[in-house]
């Protein structure tokens, strides 16, 4: 079945330090691709997604690009703020519309 | 965002007791899901439902169920709630709104509910 596998954290940055979360999937034909936040005590957010191959989603800073040669959707940013620490997930909608979740990492951003 | 309202957001039970969450939304989106998250595991989905009169399982639906008693309301049961079920439960929704907008390739998530079953 379809899976989407990410990178184990936590992940500890200084503030200003480039942060790439790596995120690769298993899945038939071409999912929607997606990255979520998870701030502390609340619930998950869009961050961006993307729909077909090469295409970029962008939000806050952050970029992401549906590679279907390697079957990846690495999160980045160039210049990770305090305010990014946060649970990441990446996810992709299988063919019912149901969303399929990585098991998360915790990014640190210290001062 | 309040569109989506999970009640209660925290809940203390014992072993064996009935528990029920609520899911209510004002966005109007014809499809509904529970999750529950624990650490290290993501998100599973437990339920999902497109339609009133239309309820599936997800992938660990097993020890719960769900009632969808109108297009903005989904409620999750446990109906003798084990520890093992001590997690984090999110309620999103997605899909067609009532005025015509259509969303599905994309969910919107509640604030969850923290269940601890002693």
């Known amino acids: 079945g379809d899976s989407v596998t990410q990178m184990e954290g936590p992940v500890t940055l200084s503030e200003e330090a480039f942060l790439t979360i790596n995120c690769t999937y298993t899945?038939?034909?071409?999912?929607?691709l997606f990255w979520y936040v998870q701030y502390p005590g609340e619930g998950l957010q869009l961050l961006l997604k993307?729909?077909?191959?090469?295409d970029k989603g962008s939000n806050k800073g952050f970029e992401a690009t549906y590679r279907k040669e390697t079957t990846s959707f690495h999160l980045e940013k160039g210049s990770v703020q305090v305010s990014d620490s946060a649970v990441y997930f990446c996810?992709?909608?299988?063919?019912?519309?149901?969303?399929?979740f990585g098991s998360g990492t915790r990014l640190l951003v210290r001062p | 965002d309040a569109d989506v309202t999970q009640t209660p957001r925290n809940r203390i039970t014992k072993t064996g007791k009935r528990i029920m969450l609520e899911c209510s939304q004002t966005k109007g989106h014809d499809r509904m899901y529970w999750y529950r998250q624990d650490p290290g595991l993501g998100l599973r989905l437990i339920y999902y439902s497109f339609d009133v009169k239309d309820i599936n399982k997800g992938e660990i639906s097993d020890g719960y169920s769900v009632s969808r008693q109108a297009q903005a309301k989904f409620s999750l049961s446990l109906e003798s709630a084990i520890p093992n079920q001590t997690a984090l439960y999110f309620c999103?929704?997605?899909?067609?709104?009532?005025?015509?907008?259509?969303?599905?390739?994309?969910?919107?998530f509640g604030p969850g509910t923290r269940l601890t079953v002693l």
């Open positions: 899945a038939t034909g071409y999912p929607s």
């Open positions: 993307a729909t077909k191959a090469d």
């Open positions: 996810a992709l909608m299988d063919s019912s519309y149901k969303l399929i």
């Open positions: 999103a929704i997605s899909g067609t709104t009532s005025g015509g907008t259509s969303s599905y390739n994309e969910q919107f």
